[in-house]
Antibody, heavy 116, light 108 residues
Framework: QIQLVQSGGEVKKPGASVKVSCKAS????????VSWLRQAPGQGLEWMGW????????KYAQKFRGRVAMTTDTSTSTAYMELRSLTSDDTAVYYC?????????WGRGTLVTVSS | DIQMTQSPSSLSASVGDRVTITCLAS??????LSWYQQKPGTAPKVLIS?????QSGVPSRFSGSGSGSGTDFTLTISSLQPEDFATYYC?????????FGQGTKLEI
């Protein structure tokens, strides 16, 4: 069955970076895009961006441009999202999901806590 | 950015009730509208894509519709079951950044 398995929770200090991984299985990885979304505590869902797993093309939300990088490793069917210059506002559960304009399979989420 | 406005923000209902949640887009999004269900502590689950296409495994009591204007959309649950109490989000996939409604919390 299709699964997206994310890396474990992280605690980071303000100004640091975090890199979250998302290992896909159960489908042909490079035939679908991978999107990254986040959800701050008690808040709604926010789309961060998308990567084409076939050719590596990316599309980022303006809010995160210059601070986020999405990559893939097709040899291991893994997608990565790195977010730099963290602030407390970046404390959230980060999700990877299969798809570009809608998201049919999701990882369980990775809690990133930014605290001094 | 396209704003997605859901109503109501919360809704109290009972098992067996018919429930309707609406979603209004700030501009036409054609048919690029999806609905998600999220239960506490879990990832969202897609119910419907492209306004009315039921995803595999989703019960037929869930249905989606649009007014044809590309701005007004509805999620209907025909007969609420205990497992349907959750938060529901609409999402537009027409133009990046892809945005979500603020959510509708469905409570007993």
């Amino acid at each position: 069955q299709i699964q997206l398995v994310q890396s474990g929770g992280e605690v980071k200090k303000p100004g640091a970076s975090v890199k979250v991984s998302c290992k896909a299985s159960g489908y042909t990885f490079n035939k679908y895009g991978v999107s990254w979304l986040r959800q701050a505590p008690g808040q709604g869902l926010e789309w961060m961006g998308w990567i084409n797993a076939y050719n590596g093309d990316t599309k980022y939300a303006q809010k995160f441009r210059g601070r986020v990088a999405m990559t893939t490793d097709t040899s291991t069917s893994t997608a990565y999202m790195e977010l730099r210059s963290l602030t407390s506002d970046d404390t959230a559960v980060y999700y990877c999901a299969r798809g570009d304009w809608f998201f049919d399979f999701w990882g369980r989420g990775t809690l990133v806590t930014v605290s001094s | 950015d396209i704003q997605m406005t859901q109503s109501p923000s919360s809704l109290s209902a009972s098992v067996g009730d018919r429930v309707t949640i609406t979603c209004l887009a700030s501009q036409s999004i054609s048919a690029y509208l999806s609905w998600y269900q999220q239960k506490p502590g879990t990832a969202p689950k897609v119910l419907i894509s492209a306004v009315s296409t039921l995803q595999s495994g989703v019960p037929s009591r869930f249905s989606g519709s649009g007014s044809g204007s590309g701005t007004d959309f509805t999620l209907t649950i025909s007969s609420l079951q205990p497992e349907d109490f959750a938060t529901y989000y609409c999402q537009q996939g027409y133009t990046a950044p892809y945005t979500f409604g603020q959510g509708t919390k469905l409570e007993i």
